[in-house]
């Protein structure tokens, strides 16, 4: 089992920066394959980023590629969401989510862009970009 909470959402103006984070409860968390996700109004749920725990390897979305970056803190059992140059298009709920991998298997970077891929999910934080 693995919890997640997301934090540090907000309001801010066009153009700033914000870094949300995932803080994960239960074991295994080490051994997660950890994914960003986001839901605008009226809108699917759509993939953000991802993270491998075994190599660290990322992928992005077209979208965000360039602006935001994914990161974590094993030790800390955190995951964070860097987001720069931010579009009122990125308002949205942004949740974290959670892929155990214990055997590290790399999975192709469609795998980890469905929704079906993550195991746990947190509640999501609230980012507003104003223009």
């Known amino acids: 089992q693995v919890q997640l909470v997301e934090s540090g959402g907000g309001l801010v103006q066009a153009g700033a920066s914000l870094r949300v984070s995932c803080a994960a409860s239960?074991?295994?968390?080490?051994?997660?394959?950890m994914g960003w996700f986001r839901q605008a109004p009226g809108k699917e749920r759509e993939f953000v980023a991802q993270?491998?725990?075994?190599?660290?390897?990322?992928y992005y979305a077209d979208s965000v590629k360039g602006r935001f970056t994914i990161s974590r803190n094993n030790a800390k059992n955190m995951v964070y969401l860097q987001m720069n140059s931010l579009k009122p298009e990125d308002t949205a709920v942004y949740y974290c989510?959670?892929?155990?991998?214990?055997?590290?298997?790399?999975?192709?970077?469609?795998?980890?862009?469905?929704?079906?891929?993550?195991?746990?999910w947190g509640q999501g934080t609230q980012v507003t970009v104003s223009s």
């Open positions: 989510a959670a892929d155990p991998n214990t055997l590290g298997t790399i999975y192709t970077d469609t795998y980890y862009s469905s929704e079906d891929a993550y195991d746990y």
């Open positions: 239960g074991h295994n968390f080490m051994y997660a394959d």
């Open positions: 993270i491998s725990w075994r190599t660290g390897r990322t």
